[in-house]
């Protein structure tokens, strides 16, 4: 599987834009670049997803390099419910069955919101 | 809308006793679920999946065991814990189709001692 290299940690400040980026440079064609957080003692959450085009929701952005080879999360204006560790994640498209559901998780950028 | 349950919260074993964690879906047919583990301090690892009942698939070799007597109840089993086991346990569900998320229980947390 393609692996995602993402920063360990990043500090923001609430209210402001936080840019989270996410490098994949052996992402292959048909892998959809996927983000989940988890916030402190919880299961992950889905944020967002995206191919080629960048990506709108009400809870973040993704912008995708046209090479493909890096993605940035984009959370507009963090509030401090926004801390949580955010995982990039590679998701092949062609896989059958359930190799869909195959999420490898790494270790993840953990974001610290300063009120 | 569809919720998903997980228990309990915690847990605490002792080494060599038995484990059952379950995990229920409500307000979906056919899920395809999954049993995950957290480490401390580390990533999510893939235990077991399923698309069906009695279909269960394992990633990983270990003391841990998985059965779906139901379409939306999944089981995490142990005949004897080790102290290896010890981890925040984490069960999700997605729908069958291409590319939807995967949605996570709250996970159980054992600690064996």
């Known amino acids: 599987d393609a692996k995602t290299t993402q920063p360990n940690s990043m500090e923001s400040n609430e209210e402001e834009p936080v840019h989270l980026p996410c490098n994949h440079s052996t992402i292959s064609g048909t892998d959809y670049i996927h983000w989940y957080r988890q916030l402190p003692s919880q299961g992950p959450e889905y944020v967002i997803h995206?191919?080629?085009s960048n990506v709108n929701n009400r809870m973040a952005s993704l912008a995708i390099a046209e090479d493909r080879k890096s993605s940035t999360l984009i959370l507009h204006r963090a509030t401090l419910r926004d801390a949580a560790v955010y995982y990039c994640?590679?998701?092949?498209?062609?896989?059958?069955?359930?190799?869909?559901?195959?999420?490898?998780f790494g270790q993840g950028t953990i974001l610290t919101v300063h009120p | 809308s569809q919720t998903i349950h997980q228990w309990p919260a915690t847990l605490v074993q002792p080494v060599g006793s038995p484990l059952s964690l379950e995990c229920t879906v409500e307000?979906?047919?056919?899920?395809?679920l999954y049993w995950y583990r957290q480490a401390a301090g580390r990533g999510l690892q893939l235990l077991f999946y399923s698309i069906g009942i009695d279909q269960i698939s394992s990633e990983v070799p270990q003391n841990l065991s998985a059965s779906r007597p139901q379409d939306r109840q999944f089981i995490l089993s142990s005949k004897k814990l080790l102290l290896s086991d010890s981890g925040f346990y984490l069960c999700a569900w997605s729908v069958r189709r291409g590319l939807s998320p995967l949605h996570f229980g709250n996970g159980t947390r054992l600690t064996v001692t």
């Open positions: 307000g979906t047919s056919n899920p395809n």
């Open positions: 995206g191919l080629t």
């Open positions: 994640i590679l998701r092949p498209a062609n896989a059958g069955g359930t190799s869909y559901g195959k999420l490898t």
